[in-house]
């Protein structure tokens, strides 16, 4: 059975340009999340989808994030635009289901460096 | 709000014990977590433990929780160079669906 993919691995791009990362999760995987890494710090939670609809997306840090589910499969995660601060490492997660909160499975990651 | 500190890093020698400590702020933590990522790898859940637990062993892992203290510890028996990794404490609550991580510590192995 496939793990959670994410795409790219690497993204570097220029403050103000735009980017979008994608995240498949677990084939039958109703819930995805969305975490990410800064500057070495702690891994920070940024949203929860059920299916197509954001459960939780309290920690999304400003309008400029948009993430999207459409048909309940893949997500993705569009920074635009982007600045000097977004650099990190943005991981995907899924779970079957939110009463077995520690199932979630994490994805390798997308490391995006914004210069 | 919830908060999870650990040191960042630690250096054992090979064979020996490693220790890694963690604390949180949140009391109603439900669920606390080890995770382990690897150079280039995803987070790999190593180990959980529920809050009404005080200790749970797996091979060569064990882990300890005093919740009074708000204190979690994962003791690696007989570390080998693959268990090279940055180590996350982590902690959820049952009301809630996100996870929350510590910065991580990066376990080395010398020989």
């Known amino acids: 059975e496939a793990g959670v993919t994410q795409f790219p691995s690497h993204s570097v791009i220029e403050k103000g340009q735009t980017v979008t990362l994608r995240c498949d999760p677990i084939?039958?995987?109703?819930?995805l999340y969305w975490y990410r890494r800064v500057m070495g710090k702690e891994i920070k939670f940024l949203l929860h989808?059920?299916?197509?609809?954001?459960?939780?997306e309290s920690g999304m840090p400003n309008n400029r994030f948009l993430a999207e589910r459409t048909g309940g499969t893949y997500s993705t995660l569009k920074v635009q635009p982007a600045e000097l601060e977004d650099s990190g490492v943005y991981f995907c997660?899924?779970?079957?289901?939110?009463?077995?909160?520690?199932?979630?499975?994490f994805g390798p990651g997308t490391r995006l460096t914004v210069t | 709000g919830e908060d999870v500190e650990q040191s960042l890093f630690l250096s054992v020698r090979e064979g020996d014990s490693s220790v890694i400590n963690c604390t949180y702020t949140?009391?109603?933590?439900?669920?606390l977590y080890w995770y382990k990522q690897e150079p280039g790898a995803g987070l790999q859940l190593l180990t959980y433990?529920?809050?009404?637990?005080d200790m749970k062993q797996d091979q060569r892992l064990t882990v300890l929780l005093n919740k009074k203290d708000k204190h979690l510890s994962l003791r690696i028996a007989d570390t080998q160079t693959g268990d090279s990794a940055i180590y996350f404490c982590?902690?959820?609550?049952?009301?809630?669906?996100?996870?929350?991580f510590g910065s991580g510590t990066r376990l080395s192995i010398r020989p």
């Open positions: 997660a899924s779970s079957q289901g939110t009463a077995l909160i520690y199932e979630q499975y």
């Open positions: 084939s039958g995987h109703d819930n």
């Open positions: 989808f059920v299916k197509e609809s954001k459960q939780d």
């Open positions: 949140d009391s109603s933590s439900t669920y």
């Open positions: 433990i529920f809050s009404n637990m």
């Open positions: 982590a902690e959820s609550s049952s009301s809630a669906s996100k996870i929350i």
